[in-house]
């Protein structure tokens, strides 16, 4: 069974950095997009960042500038530099991974558990 597990979450003060890191463990064949997103009190949940295999990202607006999505094909992690926060950045952040878990199977995708990333002024 596929799983998603992150970390690096926590409290900061603004203008600080965290990093989050996820690894997806289990039957794990391929891993295309890998991306985070994140959900704050009382609004949808939105994408922050994605990468695909080959290395190509795409940013929301408000965070293109501050963080950095990477990832480790061969450790199937993928990463969030988070730099310059801000009180707004506060939410629970969510990793997600479009995952085939064998060669013959459709791709499903996944998420982890969240980690709540608290920014404070």
């Known amino acids: 069974q596929v799983q998603l597990v992150e970390s690096g979450g926590g409290l900061v003060q603004a203008g600080g950095s965290l990093k989050l890191s996820c690894a997806a463990s289990g039957s794990i064949f391929s891993i295309t997009t890998m991306a985070w997103h994140r959900q704050a009190p009382g609004k949808q949940r939105e994408l922050v960042a994605r990468?695909?295999?080959?290395?190509?990202?795409t940013y929301s607006d408000s965070m293109k500038g501050r963080f950095t999505i990477s990832r480790d094909n061969a450790k199937n992690t993928v990463y969030l530099q988070m730099n310059n926060l801000r009180p707004e950045d506060t939410a629970v952040y969510y990793c997600y991974a479009a995952i085939r878990e064998d060669w013959h199977l459709d791709e499903f995708d996944y998420w982890g558990q969240g980690t709540q990333v608290t920014v404070s002024s």
């Open positions: 990468i695909s295999n080959a290395g190509s990202t």
